[in-house]
């Protein structure tokens, strides 16, 4: 009984992550070319929608403790750029479209000042690219950072990106963040 339970368990799992999956157009996809430097993205949109998740930012604190961290895209060699969905109503889990290849990255969000950052890809640790700064107001005070993560390594048709931040001052929190790449 107890492995028919577990055999359930699987299966109801297995039948979470596969409905999670949604199919894209090939009009949706964004060329799958590696992103050298962030600032061949739009990050001000990044910007907007952290402003507007009102997630605890302290806007005029000087060297703001860590309050957010998130995954804002995904990009793979096989399904090119994914925009991840972070809004408080809807928590994207795992990505919609079909990554693979022999790279991948992501890039994540630190809304505060980070002292230690690391990022796994299907537990090989990846390599921090580059960095930018994020400013949410007019001050020109650094509010955070965005991080390019990158992953070079053998095939892969599906993994896990995971991924610590930890705030550089009082209270010296860890964030961390759990992907699932199909």
Known sequence: MKKFKMLLSVMALGVLLITNVVPVSAAEKIQSTKIESLSELDLDTYTQE?????????????APAL??????LINSEKAGQETIQNSSSSMQVGSRLDHGGTWFQAITAEVGYAKTRYAYFNGVRMTLT???????DSDNIVDGYYCLWTYEGSEYEAGTFTANSTSANSPWN??????NVY
């Open 50 to 62: 952290l402003m507007e998740a009102d997630d605890g930012i302290q806007l005029y604190a000087p």
């Open 130 to 136: 580059a960095t930018e700064p994020m400013y949410l």
């Open 174 to 179: 860890t964030m961390s963040l759990r992907f």
């Open 67 to 72: 309050t957010q961290f998130k995954l804002l």
